[in-house]
């Protein structure tokens, strides 16, 4: 039965979202303490791959769900969200500086940011779930 | 999660060294004798960072002061035949070697420190903010 609510509410999914979250803003982190280090390259998570892979892994697991009912999440989507989350690149949008580096400070800054957001709006989003779980449990709307 | 506060500070650390030998430049501008007593001018000195692979995992990278390094330039001569310190002989004869230092290079040095000190504070808080808000889920 708990696999089943987990697998039917997003919670999964939001919990992976957070998590790269988590990761991208080391990186970026990172960016930011190395802005005069010379010969230091700008280095990023694609958000893009990430969302692929989390679709495709939504996409199979409905596909599983259909043909044999709830079961675990398999082995090959795990692998390819975890490597959509490893995969560090360098960036190279930027015109080298004389140093050899090439981090945008602005460039940087607004992806905190916009990884910050993604970040909230995935708790907050945990919440509510966890908040709809628990009145569920507790059989009443004041938890 | 607590490494990126790890890597922020390394990065703190770092511009505060900086900030440091700036102020040290700063401070050496008329500096005309070394700790001996030698009649040599300061030299400007200036900190060059690289990067710090924290050990741990792939793409974490902190930055940590590389070396100090020594400004091999020309120092300033100044035309003072009365000063204790004048050049006796040579080409010189007669000027006062100074430190040959830029104040305005330093104060925009200093002033490009103080500002990548202040966006890794930055960052640091919303490294916390994140943290916090990760917290809550349990609250």
């Known amino acids: 039965m708990w696999n089943g609510i987990l697998q039917n509410s997003s919670i999964e999914t939001l919990t992976e979202s957070v998590k790269f979250a988590e990761r991208r803003h080391q990186l970026l982190a990172s960016n930011i303490a190395n802005l005069d280090t010379p010969g230091y390259l700008t280095q ?12 495709d892994s939504i996409a199979a697991s409905k596909q599983n769900r259909n043909l ?13 969200k975890q490597q959509a989350q490893q995969h560090v690149h360098k960036v190279y949008e930027q015109i080298l500086y004389h140093d050899g580096s090439d981090v945008s400070l602005e460039q940087q800054v607004t992806n905190i940011s916009k990884n910050q957001a993604m970040h909230s709006t995935a708790i907050s989003m945990l919440r509510h779930q966890m908040h709809t779980l628990q009145m569920a449990i507790a059989e009443s709307v004041n938890v | 999660m607590f490494t990126s ?13 900086r900030l440091n030998t700036i102020s040290g430049n700063i401070a050496n501008m008329t500096t005309l004798t070394n700790e001996k007593g030698e009649a040599k001018p300061y030299q400007e000195r200036f900190v060059v960072f690289k990067t710090d692979d924290m050990g741990q995992e792939k793409g974490l990278t902190g930055v940590q002061v590389d070396r100090i390094e020594i400004d091999q330039g020309e120092p300033l001569y100044r035309y003072q035949p009365d000063h204790p310190l004048a050049i006796k002989d040579g080409k010189w004869k007669d000027h006062v070697a100074y430190p040959n230092i830029n104040m305005n290079e330093q104060f925009v040095d200093a002033l490009e420190a103080s500002r ?4 890794n504070l930055g960052v ?7 943290s916090r808000q990760t917290l809550s889920l349990l609250a």
Do not use: C
Not at chain 2, 5 to 17: E, F, P
Not at chain 2, 124 to 130: C, F, L, R
């Open chain 1, 44 to 55: 990023d998570l694609s958000v893009d791959n990430f969302h692929e892979a989390l679709q």
């Open chain 1, 68 to 80: 044999t009912g709830p079961q675990d999440d398999d082995s090959a989507n795990n692998i390819s």
């Open chain 2, 5 to 17: 506060l790890d890597v922020s500070t390394s990065a703190l650390v770092a511009q505060r060294a």
């Open chain 2, 116 to 119: 990548a000190y202040e966006a």
């Open chain 2, 124 to 130: 640091m808080e919303v490294t916390k903010g994140i």
